[in-house]
């Protein structure tokens, strides 16, 4: 039998109900489908050799899946790896130019090689070509 300082305390841990004009929330703002893609390929060239393979065979035994094998963490990184391996292909099939233009734009490579072209004309050139091939890639399209 509940004693009657259980039943109080249980009073002071309901739930309250808060007014609908009361909650305020920030809105979602989606997230420029090429900053995204820059940023998973700039995370992909960082680790690129230094995968953890031992860490997929252990997530099973620490709780960190699904349930059906599936860890939800690794699937969200597959496809980030995805998207960064197909954004890789599209920058290396821009002219060279605009490929050391991503490059030096994204701080991957520090010096701009290009004395008679303007670095930040060129950049934005690069991204607008970069555009149109990664709305085309079957792997990227679907962000854009």
Aim: aromatic fraction near 6%; hydrophobic fraction near 40%; proline fraction near 3%.
């Amino acid at each position: 039998m509940k004693q009657p300082q259980d039943r109080q305390n249980e009073r002071n841990t309901m739930l309250l109900r808060v007014k609908k004009q009361d909650v305020q929330s920030d809105s979602w703002v989606r997230p420029d489908p090429l900053d995204y893609c820059l940023a998973v390929w700039k995370e992909w060239m960082a680790s690129t050799g230094q995968r953890n393979l031992g860490a997929r065979i252990m997530g099973g035994l620490v709780g960190e899946t699904d349930g059906h094998g599936q860890d939800l963490h690794e699937a969200q990184h597959s496809h980030d790896m995805q998207v960064a391996a197909a954004t890789d292909a599209m920058i290396d099939s821009l002219d060279r130019i605009h490929v050391w233009a991503i490059y030096a734009s994204c701080r991957i490579a520090t010096a701009w090689r290009f004395p008679n072209a303007d670095l930040l004309t060129t950049a934005a050139a690069a991204r607008a070509e970069l555009i149109v091939k990664l709305k085309k890639n079957e792997c990227t399209r679907n962000l854009f």
